[in-house]
């Protein structure tokens, strides 16, 4: 089991920038997948992005471009670095652990309280 905590979100306007971490307890996080997802008000929780302990990466459409994800496994910490926000990123963000590198959130086991973001126009 992997506890999980987020930091990083904020309000920003649009256009701008923030940087998610995700910081891992447990001796085995270099050997998890690392997931981010997001939830806006009355809205299904959608995949962001993830990546695997080899450095292999996968982002939703929307974000490709804008978002990057990575991990620093000496630190424990999976970082979403979010440049050129929009409003339609809005969201409560949340980083997850998963034994394969997927975008189903069923295969995560493992979920920190997540951050809120907030882009204004």
């Known amino acids: 089991q992997v506890q999980l905590v987020e930091s990083g979100g904020g309000l920003v306007q649009a256009g701008g920038s923030l940087r998610l971490s995700c910081t891992a307890s447990?001796?085995?996080?270099?050997?998890?997948?690392m997931g981010w997802f997001r939830q806006a008000p009355g809205t299904e929780r959608e995949f962001v992005a993830t990546?695997?302990?080899?450095?292999?990466?996968d982002y939703r459409d929307s974000v490709k471009g804008r978002f990057t994800i990575s991990r620093d496994n000496a630190k424990n910490t999976v970082y979403l670095q979010m440049n050129n926000l929009k409003p339609e990123d809005t969201a409560v963000y949340s980083c997850a652990a998963a034994r394969i590198l997927t975008r189903n959130s069923a295969f995560y086991g493992d979920w920190g309280q997540g951050t809120q973001v907030t882009v204004s126009s």
């Open positions: 990546i695997d302990w080899s450095g292999d990466t």
């Open positions: 447990g001796r085995t996080f270099s050997r998890y997948a």
